[in-house]
C-alpha cells in the first residue's frame, strides 16, 4: 500500500492529459491528482497505472479509464453534500472520485468477489461511502431513494425504470446505453413524469448484468 513522489508525479501528468481531453472542472481534476489508482489495480499493471487506460480487475470486470471516471463526474456536477447512487462499485477508483467529491454515495456490487474486496479495501484509504450494498442494480435502491444523482459505471442495453423513478425533480441518471459500444446518456428530471434526454457521445464499458452472483 505505498503511495510514492514519482506515483504522485504521474497523477499530476494524467490530468494534465485528462484537461487537456477536455476536463475542466478544478475538484473532479484535484481527486484523480489525490486518489492512488495504482493500489485498485492489480500489481502487474502498476506501471501503467497513470495511463489513460482501461484495466482488468477481478471477476472479469475493468477499471474505467481515468478519463471515462473524470467525465462522469464532471457530467454530473457533482457538489457536496449531494445524495448519489453508484451502479457498480467495481475497483471503487469511481467511488473514491465521488468521496473526494464531498458527495454522500451509496454503492451497488452485484459481483460478490468485487463486493467483499472492494468494501474492505476502500475504508482502509480512507473512503468511506454510507453504504456499500451487494445487489442488482438494476432495482437501484427505492429504501434509499429518491437521490440528487444517479451513476452507472457499466454498459446497460436498456435504461432501467427503477433507476428513473428514484431520481429527485431535477436530479440526473447518467447511464452507458447500447450492447457492444454505448451511448453516454443523460437523463434530467423535469417532473414526475417528464425526463430531457442528452447523449452525450461514444464510450465502451463492461456490460451491466441483471441479478448478482
Do not use: C, W
Not at 448519489?84 to 477508483?93: D, M, P, V
Request: proline residues 6%; glycine residues 8%; hydrophobic residues 40%.
Amino acid at each position: 500500500m505505498k503511495d510514492t513522489v514519482k506515483h504522485q508525479g504521474l497523477r499530476n501528468q494524467l490530468a494534465t492529459v485528462l484537461e487537456a481531453k477536455g476536463i475542466t472542472d478544478k475538484n473532479v481534476l484535484r481527486a484523480i491528482k489525490k486518489i492512488p489508482r495504482h493500489l485498485f489495480i492489480d500489481s502487474s499493471f502498476e506501471s501503467h497505472a497513470y495511463q489513460d487506460k482501461a484495466f482488468p480487475i477481478a471477476a472479469e470486470q475493468t477499471i474505467s479509464q481515468p478519463y471515462t471516471v473524470a467525465f462522469q463526474s464532471q457530467t454530473l456536477a457533482i457538489k457536496g453534500g449531494d445524495k448519489i447512487l453508484e451502479i457498480g462499485t467495481g475497483s471503487g477508483y469511481q467511488t473514491a472520485v465521488l468521496l473526494e467529491l464531498k458527495a454522500v454515495v451509496y454503492s451497488i456490487e452485484r459481483q460478490r468477489e468485487l463486493f467483499k474486496k472492494t468494501s474492505l479495501f476502500l475504508p482502509k484509504l480512507g473512503y468511506k461511502p454510507k453504504k456499500f450494498i451487494f445487489g442488482d442494480g438494476y432495482k437501484g435502491l427505492p429504501e434509499q431513494a429518491p437521490f440528487d444523482k444517479i451513476i452507472v459505471t457499466a454498459g446497460a442495453p436498456y435504461v432501467p425504470k427503477p433507476l428513473l423513478g428514484q431520481l429527485k425533480i431535477g436530479g440526473m441518471l447518467l447511464i452507458p446505453v447500447g450492447d457492444e459500444t454505448q451511448i453516454m446518456t443523460l437523463f434530467i428530471r423535469k417532473s414526475a413524469k417528464e425526463f430531457e434526454k442528452h447523449e452525450l457521445g461514444d464510450f465502451a464499458f463492461v456490460p451491466m448484468l441483471e441479478e448478482k452472483n
